[in-house]
């Protein structure tokens, strides 16, 4: 369902602008650490966000604990669990905590996953050498934070 | 930031990780081992120190308590006749000066690294330059086999021995600088040792317990990777993870970590060789 809707809103977008273009990184506008615009200019599948939720670049639930989540082993308890995040968060601030956490928390442990500058000893991913790249590419892309963005608001209790 | 929910859960919950280590005893061979004790004054924002082992499984905690079972015992046989093996130029072993056998050093590895003519040395270092200078042999890998048995077998030497690296003097140059590595936020994922290992020490990352990253056990035997590990391969794959550029083994930079470190470990009784998942 959600995914219909999402290729119906980019056919729209696609017929008055040209398509719509990501909001780099460094460009990004937080509001009390929150971010009103989808980063991509597209809806986000929540089914790839649960994905990204366990794997690859994503991998919250190193940190939190997600019940939505169960049928996956090993949920971290360095932040807290997630669920009923939607309760508590609008979509704004959940994208705002999702691209750089450390502007709604400040210092806090939670990884900014689209943010590009600023790292002390940048590595080349998980090699442990040098990055040496041209250009510091995001942990997760535009596209991919609006994917778990869109996972996050389904986590309602109330 | 706004103060939500879950936060006042959060600070609970943090309260409790400080409990969140086992309450075993550990005895080798009927001796009694200082696992807790309290942390040495220099600590900031810690007050109980815990080995590694109390945040492990029992099963991998079994496997330290008979060395009989200790995996690691094997590579300290091996680096007994290391001790006795003549190599290098100068048709010696380490045994031809050392006379009493690796007994020599008992209560050596308690006040490692410290610092010599100006220089912060290392276990490592120590023996290399003995087999170099001493003996005209090739410098052992840092944290090669040979090169981490006989550190295991020196530090075995200490077992039992609280740790009590010196911080002032000489050393509180270098202890500074090993401090500072130990709470800066690296790589991408912009996470210091502290982080894991000071506020979060008890929680769960994915599937580890995170423990208080001591090294009184070192090297250790890790079961998943079937070897003795250094010190510095530890500290190497911890920053790796981070997604950092890391520091050599061997380099200053984690001579200093390794100091500090081991400083932060004052009071608990040394455990090397330990063992660990």
Known sequence: MKHVIGVGCAVALAGTIVWAEAVKPTDVVFEDGAVSVSLSGMPGDPANGAVLMNKGSGNCIACHAVDALSDLPFHGEVGPPLDGVADRWSEAELRGIVADA???????????????????RLGDAYTGKAFEGAEVQPLLTAQEIEDVVAFLVTLKEE | MNLKPWMAAAVIGLAGSAFAQDDSTLSIDGEEFVTETEAPAHLENVSTIYSGWRFRTPETQALQVDDFDNPAMIFVD????????????????????????PEEFAGLHAKMPKVVDGKLMVMEELINTHRQDAMGAEPWKWSGADMQAMVALIGLQSRGMPMNVAIDGDAAPFWEKGKEIYYTRYG??????????EDNYGNMIRADHLSQGMINGFPTYRLKQAKLISRHNRFRGCIRDTRAETFAEGSDEFKALELYVASRANGLDIETPAVRQ
Request: glycine letters at 10%.
């Open chain 1, 102 to 120: 450390k502007k709604m928390f400040d210092g806090t442990m939670m990884p900014s996953f689209y943010r590009t500058e600023g790292f002390i």
């Open chain 2, 78 to 101: 091996q680096a007994l006749d290391l001790f006795q093996q003549v190599d290098g130029t100068e048709g010696k072993s380490c045994a031809s000066c050392h006379t009493d056998g």
């Open chain 2, 188 to 197: 991408q994922l912009e996470l210091s040792c502290s982080n894991c290992h």
